[in-house]
């Protein structure tokens, strides 16, 4: 089975800060990679699809990149309301597995 | 706009079998769809079960393959998953999905249930 790596675990950054959060595959899987935010108590919330495109009703703040093992996800500038936890997900092939997550607090 | 809803037991005894189910409403359940579980063991990540396509061809985590049978009803809009001998660890709250195929990621999620595994 492919591999799913993302890191950090966790970070804390300040309302305004640019964050960046990495998932790696251990095999090429093209650009099929999502990344969902869930905030405590809530459901996961899809932000990004196919590895760059923002899923609609999202802010543009959100911005995913990369195709083949190494992607990323991008905040540029961080507000209250975006402190979650951060899943990115490969579906090409199965099993569709989710990364371990990134949990973002403020400083 | 399409809305799931899961529903079953929040209580199964160890060694026993959980079954749930996913309501369908807001759109169709045979649409070109791949219909998932996915469940969140308390305070953990999210762990991807299996799924099923709207024809009825199913994908399960290797993991979990010889415990889960996902089925769809489509008369009934909608689809269920048991999961068999079940154990401290199948606790968590199971949520149902929505993937359409390809490219697209899972956009529509129930609210989830909780499903609680006792000795």
């Known amino acids: 089975d492919i591999q799913v790596t993302q890191s950090p675990s966790s970070l804390a950054a300040s309302v305004g800060d640019r964050l960046t959060i990495t998932c790696r595959a251990s095999?090429?899987?093209?650009?099929?990679l999502a990344w969902y935010q869930q905030k405590p108590g809530e459901v996961p919330r899809l932000l990004i699809y196919?590895?760059?495109t923002l899923q609609w009703g999202v802010p543009s703040r959100f911005s995913g990149s990369g195709s083949g093992t190494d992607f990323t996800l991008t905040i540029t500038r961080l507000e209250a309301e975006d402190v979650a936890t951060y899943y990115c997900?490969?579906?090409?092939?199965?099993?569709?597995?989710f990364g371990q997550g990134t949990r973002v607090d403020l400083k | 706009q399409m809305h799931l809803e899961e529903s079953g037991p929040g209580l199964v005894k160890s060694s026993g079998t959980l079954s749930l189910t996913c309501a369908v409403s807001?759109?169709?359940?045979?649409?070109?769809?791949?219909w998932s579980w996915v469940r969140q063991p308390p305070g953990r990540g999210l762990e991807w079960i299996g799924e099923?396509?709207?024809?009825?061809?199913?994908n399960y985590d290797p993991t979990l393959k010889s415990r889960v049978t996902i089925s769809i009803d489509k008369s009934k809009s909608q689809f269920s998953l048991i999961l068999t001998s079940v154990t401290a660890a199948d606790t968590g709250v199971y949520f149902c999905?929505?993937?359409?195929?390809?490219?697209?990621?899972?956009?529509?999620w129930g609210r989830g249930t909780n499903v609680f595994v006792s000795s």
């Open positions: 999905a929505r993937r359409r195929p390809p490219a697209y990621g899972t956009d529509v």
């Open positions: 099923i396509y709207h024809v009825g061809a199913t």
């Open positions: 196919a590895a760059t």
């Open positions: 997900q490969k579906y090409d092939s199965v099993p569709r597995t």
């Open positions: 095999q090429d899987i093209g650009t099929y």
């Open positions: 807001g759109g169709s359940i045979d649409s070109a769809s791949w």
